[in-house]
T-cell receptor, first 111, second 114 residues
Framework: SQQGEEDPQALSIQEGENATMNCSYKTSINNLQWYRQNSGRGLVHLILIRSNEREKHSGRLRVTLDTSKKSSSLLITASRAADTASYFCAHSNAGGGKLIFGQGTELSVKP | GAVVSQHPSRVICKSGTSVKIECRSLDFQATTMFWYRQFPKKSLMLMATSNEGSKATYEQGVEKDKFLINHASLTLSTLTVTSAHPEDSSFYIC??????????FGPGTRLLVL
């Protein structure tokens, strides 16, 4: 299966703490993206990092990409209760086209 | 920008009926749209890739006669679950390809077949 893997599967932290989620994949990629999903809702696009980029920031989000290790991480700094959601990484292969999703990390931020 | 809508958001139907779900890109054109299925606390499973003006490409194990896809315009794709059964109950999400680089997702449709 080409499906990516994410860890941890679940993460529970206190408000104000940082949350780090990791994602690994198996093939050469075009880009890697992170999405957020609130329970019972669609996915919200958070950030895209291209295969020739190593780090990207957006507000309290920081994404890194290590193509030699075929892995990426998403860091949410100064977490808030409203950050509680499931977070998915997804990548498209070098040939382009469909996204391949990781299994997701369920983040719970306690106030 | 890059908003995708889905309708209906929730549908309950009797076993044996067909259900149509619409996916629209509201402020951009999408040659390609995607249909996913998601089980509780699981990741998204790609069902098919919908291409405007041509036949959809289905993933392995997805019955094309069961899940009919029509992408008649650059802003609309429809998924019809034919002769729905309780095992078809799920959360269905569509997405639209944006500039060949990323996908924007609809809010999802929860289908319950009684």
């Amino acid at each position: 299966s080409q499906q990516g893997e994410e860890d941890p599967q679940a993460l529970s932290i206190q408000e104000g703490e940082n949350a780090t989620m990791n994602c690994s994949y198996k093939t050469s990629i075009n880009n890697l993206q992170w999405y957020r999903q609130n329970s019972g809702r669609g996915l919200v696009h958070l950030i895209l990092i291209r295969s020739n980029e190593r780090e990207k920031h957006s507000g309290r989000l920081r994404v890194t990409l290590d193509t030699s290790k075929k892995s990426s991480s998403l860091l949410i700094t100064a977490s808030r209760a409203a950050d509680t959601a499931s977070y998915f990484c997804a990548h498209s292969n070098a040939g382009g086209g469909k996204l391949i999703f990781g299994q997701g990390t369920e983040l719970s931020v306690k106030p | 920008g890059a908003v995708v809508s889905q309708h209906p958001s929730r549908v309950i139907c009797k076993s044996g009926t067909s259900v149509k779900i619409e996916c629209r890109s509201l402020d951009f054109q999408a040659t390609t749209m995607f249909w996913y299925r998601q089980f509780p606390k699981k990741s998204l499973m790609l069902m098919a890739t919908s291409n405007e003006g041509s036949k959809a490409t289905y993933e392995q194990g997805v019955e094309k006669d069961k899940f009919l896809i029509n992408h008649a315009s650059l802003t609309l794709s429809t998924l019809t679950v034919t002769s729905a059964h309780p095992e078809d109950s799920s959360f269905y999400i569509c997405s639209a390809d944006h500039k060949g680089e990323t996908q924007y997702f609809g809010p999802g449709t929860r289908l319950l077949v009684l």
